[in-house]
Structure formats: C-alpha cells, structure tokens
C-alpha cells in the first residue's frame, strides 16, 4: 500500500508540515541532540562554533531521517498499537511515499553535510547509525527477536561518540565508553517502558522481552542490566578521561538508578497492578541520562577552566 488514508474515507488527507515534524521524533531527537553536544563539549581540543553547530545539526538531522524511515517501515504496525496510532501514517495524514523519501532525504544530506563540514569519519559514522537504526534494527532485530532492544540499543549509542569524532577526528576509548554508557542503559530504559505497555507489542506480535520471556525474566534483567551500567559509567573517571565532578556524580545516579531499579526487579507485578514503580524507573533513566552527559560536560569545562 503506497498511502494511508484515515478511517471511513477514501481521498488521503495532505500532510501539513507537522506531520513531517512528528515523524523526525521530535521527543526522542532531543535527547539524541543533547548526548551528541554533550560528547563534543567533553572532547578534547577546540573546534569552530559554527563547525560546532553544523555537527550537532548534522546528528540531530540524521536521527530525524532515520526515526522517519522507522516510521514509514512500520506505518502498519504503528496503526495498530494505542502508543502510535496517532502518527501522520497509521492516521492517515500522510501517504507513505511521502515519509519515506523524506527520510531517505534527511538521511542523505545530514551525512554528505558532516563530510564536507566537519569530517569524513564523524560522517561515517553518522551514515552506519542511520543504518543501524532503520535497517539492522526495525527491518531485521525487532520483528525477530526478543533481544532487538539489547542489540539495538548501539543505534542510539552513536550521537555521543559523532560529538566526540567531530572535535577530534579520531576514534579512542572515550568515545567508545560513551557509548557503552548509552547501550547498557537502553535495556532497563525501554524494558520498562514495555512492561506497561506491553499488550500493544503483543497484539501486533512484536517479541518484546516481556511478551516473550515473560514479566518475572524482565524485571530480573532490568536490574542485571542496571548493576552492570554502573561500572560502565564510573570507566571514564577510572582512566583519567573525566574529573572527581563526573566520578562521584556518576556513581551516585548509578545508585539511584539500581534503587529505582531493584524496586522493579525484586517484585511480582499483581493482575491490577498500576506499574508504578516501572513508570518511575522509565521516568527516572530519561533524567539519569540528562544529567549524566550534562554533568559529563560540566565536568570537562571545570577542567578547562582550572576548577578541579
């Protein structure tokens, strides 16, 4: 089907130009633009603020195309869930021609404009989560296995590490741990967005953890997951890639978040349960990662500036 059209009628309803904001995420790109600055605040080295701003344009363009491509992928499978519905495509707002040329679009001039303005290596490794995310992720992990947010959760990974790229022009093992900070949040992050939620993935039979190993598994993943970040977050104060700002602030949001988490990992969820402490967690690893990059670039300007 190459148009969604709303329900009882048959003439497609013109997209506005918010239809095509909502299918950039706009919520989730948030997050992906402030982890990406917070990466390139965190290098070391100078970069040009107006090279600066193209790189984080760049990262923020890019996820765009990639959570619209996501979209016109699963236009049918967002119909069918009370979460998604009322995206532009299952609601009939726009045809899916449309999205996907406009993803395909974002996704294209976000990298060749990284190449040419900041470097080729920040561009490519732009391009791979582009395709790790609409591709390796919605097309292959998530429709087929239970471990599609475990091994999808590097798509989200890469924006920290661009930011770092795009000041340094190479790889080392800093921007690497930043990345690994983000991949083992993503589990007890969206896991616990999925156990309330989780009669929408089984209705459109989408393996979430929860619909296939059940409720008891994933909680006892959550807090394995949430035990093992803290450690990974405490690994760039351990090599002497941040200062003391970072390390202790590292450490004590790491123990809120398996507080918060061991809440949820330790308990049986009853038939009428309000999912109370799962809401709290998923509303808690939003801020956790907030103020953990944000504390991250805080602790690098402190630095520059002489104040530890």
Known sequence: MDSAKPLGSDVALPAEWRDFFALTKPRVMTLVIFSGLCGLLAAPGTIHPVIAFTAILCIAVGAGGAAALNQWWEADIDGGMKRTAARPLPAGRMDRTSARDFGVALSA???????LGVNWLAAGILAFSIFYY????????????????VIGGGAGAFPPMIGWVAVTGDITLMPVLLFAIIFMWTPPHFWALALFVQTDYAKVGIPMMPVVAGEKSTRRQILIYAILLLPVTLAPWWIGGTGAIYGWSALVLGLIFVAFSAKVGLRDAAPDDTMRPEKRLFAYSILYLFVLFGVLAGDRIATVQGWQ
């Open 109 to 115: 001039a976000s990298v060749m404009i990284m190449g």
């Open 134 to 149: 609409a591709w390796i992720y919605t097309v292959w992990l998530k429709p087929r296995t239970p471990q599609n947010i």
